[in-house]
């Protein structure tokens, strides 16, 4: 079992939908990313988290550290923001290493 | 200007050879990485680098030796190259302060495929 999880791992959604794409961990971790990559491969990282939440333009972040559980939210979402995104962990503190859930495919149509 | 360059973006090749992948960095970040992302497009570290000194060396075969000349360049070579080692290669850095580590920026990715 991957000690990040991501749910669902396909998710399709029309134009204007909320989208919630959701992570859950096993392991301690310092901070939580979301990173975005699109189909021509790049990735770009969206968020870092250690607690709480953050908001950058449409998109919202939030974790719960005792549950070992974050969301990224889309709202409002565009055929723009179709991409794989992926949620890493740091796993602890001291350490710089990500471990990588298997990402979520996002198609939004118009 | 790009943040993290990384050269050659596609890499065909055949079996046996040797072939190296650059990164280089313009953020004044103080750690880098190589990260592999296989055929089902899962990530996994490969190595890491602080300030030119390997810090993480995940279970990868010694084929791949990676270099720091500086901590603005992280050097990826892979000695006899196998099918398997056909992926795309990301190059990453970030900066830490204190315990925590931030502003990890991603370079665009080498495609490599070995024939």
């Known amino acids: 079992k991957n000690e990040v999880e991501q749910s669902p791992q396909n998710l399709t959604a029309q134009e204007g939908e909320f989208i919630t794409i959701n992570c859950s961990y096993s392991v301690g971790i310092s901070a939580l990313h979301w990173l975005q990559q699109h189909p021509g491969g790049g990735i770009v990282s969206l968020f870092m988290?250690?607690?709480g939440k953050k908001k950058h333009g449409r998109l919202i972040a939030t974790i719960n550290i005792q549950e070992k559980h974050s969301s990224l939210h889309i709202t409002a979402s565009h055929p723009r923001d179709s991409a794989v995104y992926i949620c890493?962990?740091?796993?602890?503190?001291?350490?710089?290493?990500?471990?990588f859930g298997t990402g979520t495919r996002l198609q939004v149509f118009p | 200007d790009t943040a993290v360059s990384q050269t050659p973006k596609y890499l065909v090749t055949q079996m046996g050879n040797d072939k190296s992948i650059k990164c280089e960095q313009n953020l004044g970040h103080d750690t880098m990485y190589w990260y592999k992302q296989d055929s089902k497009k899962f990530l996994k570290i490969m190595f890491s680098y602080n300030n030119k000194e390997l810090i993480i060396n995940e279970t990868v075969p010694n084929r791949f030796s990676p270099k720091s000349p500086d901590k603005a360049h992280l050097n990826l070579h892979i000695n006899s190259l196998e099918l398997g080692d056909s992926a795309v290669y990301f190059c990453?850095?970030?900066?830490?302060?204190?315990?925590?580590?931030?502003?990890?920026?991603f370079g665009s990715g080498t495609r490599l495929t070995v024939v």
């Open positions: 890493a962990v740091i796993g602890g503190y001291n350490t710089d290493k990500l471990i």
């Open positions: 990453a850095s970030s900066v830490r302060t204190g315990t925590f580590n931030y502003g990890y920026t």
């Open positions: 988290l250690s607690s």
